[in-house]
């Protein structure tokens, strides 16, 4: 149900922009470690040697591990985008309450679109922006998780050769997906923090002297 979100006055995010920074940071190294992994992994079936199968194994589990501090930060950042969005313009419509920018993301089912439509929100909290960047962002990351989960999972159910050939295909189609996504977010994080209000309630007091 669409919901008109109360324009609540809300102490100045002072850390939106610090908080998309670290996250934007993370989010690079992911994409880079995705890519490296690929790289490792169809070494590793070319090679098939000892070394080259210990190199795929660890550069999966630093993309693993980089995820974790990645979603963490990025959840951050949106919460506070969020009530950056709201104080700014209170007059602007907020499709869903406060709770889903969190919950939305957890939820079975609505987690296929809940997402797209707050940061659609967020985003076009400043009327001058199109939607498009969005759109693509969270196409792009969708459809790296549904070849990387569902598609490559098929595949690697398959031990013939070839099936596992297929596998690193599809794989390295999400990983070229999951690049250009979160290209695309770390655009959308450096316009939000560098809208006008964001950068005034950044500088705090000082930008008022």
């Not at 250009?180 to 002297?209: F, K």
Request: hydrophobic share 55%.
């Amino acid at each position: 149900m669409s919901q008109l979100v109360s324009p609540a006055v809300h102490a100045p995010q002072r850390g939106l922009r610090r908080w998309g920074n670290a996250a934007s940071v993370l989010i690079a190294l992911c994409a880079l470690a995705d890519i490296a992994g690929v790289w490792a992994a169809w070494r590793a079936h070319l090679d098939g040697t000892e070394a080259a199968l210990n190199l795929a194994g660890t550069v999966n589990w630093i993309f693993y591990l980089l995820c974790v501090p990645a979603v963490g930060t990025f959840l951050v950042w949106f919460w506070l985008a969020r009530a950056d969005a709201e104080r700014r313009s209170a007059a602007h419509r907020h499709r869903r309450g406060r709770g889903w920018v969190l919950g939305a993301w957890f939820c079975p089912v609505v987690n296929l679109w809940y997402p797209h439509t707050i940061m659609a929100d967020i985003w076009l909290a400043d009327p001058a922006r199109s939607k498009r960047p969005v759109d693509w962002w969270w196409g792009l990351f969708l459809g790296s998780l549904l070849v990387d989960r569902y598609a490559i999972r098929a595949e690697l159910g398959n031990a013939a050769a070839h099936g596992f050939t297929a596998a690193l295909k599809k794989g390295t189609l999400a990983a070229v997906l999951f690049t250009g996504a979160a290209v695309l977010i770390i655009h959308i994080i450096h316009r939000i923090g560098e809208s006008p209000a964001s950068r005034d309630h950044e500088a705090g007091p000082l930008a008022e002297v």
